[in-house]
T-cell receptor, first 114, second 111 residues
Framework: NAGVTQTPKFQVLKTGQSMTLQCAQD?????MYWYRQDPGMGLRLIYY???????DKGEVPNGYNVSRLNKREFSLRLESAAPSQTSVYFC?????????????FGEGSRLTVL | SQQGEEDPQALSIQEGENATMNCSYK?????LQWYRQNSGRGLVHLIL?????REKHSGRLRVTLDTSKKSSSLLITASRAADTASYFC???????????FGKGITLSVRP
């Protein structure tokens, strides 16, 4: 079982470029999340999708957009990348907050914006 | 803003010793979870404790929860070099709330 798969693993962008981070899970989970991890800041929630067809803002949504393409896939888009978006991005999924609430994480996408 | 705050920020111990990490939080919770992150990897769930539970065990892990003090402890017994990682506590204020992570504790276990 692959679990949560993120692509790409590494990416370097120039300021102003756009890109999409892809995430797919094969566990039939309802909820999916995008976090960013910065040194000394822990993990901060960018956007989440409680179920297919719904998305909501998290703690730090500015500069990002998301798409819940289907139950398996949840993408994160940077329309005009800025150096402040240099970070490690993690996708996670879970059955739903009404259940155990345990999150399953991908291995991360390391993004550098020059 | 972080709901949970771990203490200490960094911990270095000898292999075979016990490691104790603490987490304090601000508001009432539905459950509290601990995760481990190895260098360059994603987070892995270790254990979940609900607000009506006081202690849980999983292998060499023991988690306690004191809701009156709004705090939790993670104890790793007989530590191994492979336990070297960052450990995060995460809290869920309500059943339908989102999980909020602390900043993490860096544990180094010396062989």
């Amino acid at each position: 079982n692959a679990g949560v798969t993120q692509t790409p693993k590494f990416q370097v962008l120039k300021t102003g470029q756009s890109m999409t981070l892809q995430c797919a899970q094969d566990m039939n989970h309802n909820s999916m999340y995008w976090y960013r991890q910065d040194p000394g800041m822990g993990l901060r929630l960018i956007y989440y999708s409680a179920s297919e067809g719904t998305t909501d803002k998290g703690e730090v949504p500015n500069g990002y957009n998301v798409s819940r393409l289907n139950k398996r896939e949840f993408s994160l888009r940077l329309e005009s990348a800025a150096p402040s978006q240099t970070s490690v991005y993690f996708c996670a999924s879970t059955w739903g907050s009404a259940n155990t609430g345990e999150l399953f994480f991908g291995e991360g996408s390391r993004l550098t914006v020059l | 803003s972080q709901q949970g705050e771990e203490d200490p920020q960094a911990l270095s111990i000898q292999e075979g010793e016990n490691a104790t990490m603490n987490c304090s939080y601000k508001t009432s919770i539905n459950n509290l979870q601990w995760y481990r992150q190895n260098s360059g990897r994603g987070l892995v769930h270790l254990i979940l404790i609900r607000s009506n539970e006081r202690e849980k065990h999983s292998g060499r892990l023991r988690v306690t929860l004191d809701t009156s003090k709004k705090s939790s402890s993670l104890l790793i017994t007989a530590s191994r070099a492979a336990d070297t990682a960052s450990y995060f506590c995460a809290t869920r204020p309500g059943a339908n709330s989102k999980l909020t992570f602390g900043k993490g504790i860096t544990l180094s276990v010396r062989p």
